[in-house]
């Protein structure tokens, strides 16, 4: 091999190192938005770019926001590129709950499949009650656990810094 070979492959594991090792170097500054809950490890961590639900106050009033946080600074967060809000009037943050709004779909459709089912086989079958109380009582057994899951679908986590409170980590 030639030292001009040599030079073009050592510049090329180089180039292939630093791309390798950029995007971690990038990732490390990133900033973050955390509501944790005070003397636990429980915390959940919002970074530029996640979507986020929350109430603040302003003017007295109390507002109910959710969009994408544009930029995250030492006193405030910044949703949708126009929203400045300060970290101390942050009264609520709120999290889905994906499970419960997977429960809460899939006892709506499974209540409502399972009967239209069992109606059209009554139907088919000429069945003397069509729908009989068994196939009520699945029904809106399903149903209720649908619903009892909807409620159960939106997490609030009160910032008042005795059950949670809000911060920024700024990586830099």
């Known amino acids: 091999m030639t030292n001009n070979v040599k030079l073009r492959l050592t510049g090329f594991y180089i180039l292939i ?14 900033s ?31 507002i109910t926001a959710e969009g994408r ?3 995250i600074r030492d006193s405030a967060i910044y ?8 970290l101390t009037s942050i009264r609520a943050v709120y999290q889905e709950r994906r499970m419960m709004m997977l429960l809460s779909n899939l006892g709506w459709m499974g209540g409502a ?9 009554g139907l088919l079958t000429k069945r003397a009650p ?7 009582y699945i029904t809106g057994g399903l149903l209720a656990t649908s619903l009892g899951a909807s ?3 939106v997490k609030t986590l009160k910032t008042d810094d005795k059950k949670w409170r809000v911060k920024t980590l700024i990586m830099e």
């Open 17 to 30: 190192l630093s791309s390798l090792l950029l995007p971690q170097y990038i990732n490390a500054q990133t």
């Open 32 to 62: 973050y938005f955390i509501v944790e809950k005070p003397g636990t490890v429980k915390n959940h961590k919002y970074t530029t770019g996640d979507q986020i639900s929350l109430s603040f106050e302003m003017n007295g009033n109390e």
């Open 69 to 71: 946080i544009y930029s």
């Open 79 to 86: 949703l949708n590129k126009i929203t400045k809000i300060p």
């Open 113 to 121: 499949g399972y009967f239209a089912l069992d109606g059209i086989n």
């Open 130 to 136: 069509v729908i009989p109380a068994r196939t009520l």
């Open 151 to 153: 409620f159960l679908t």
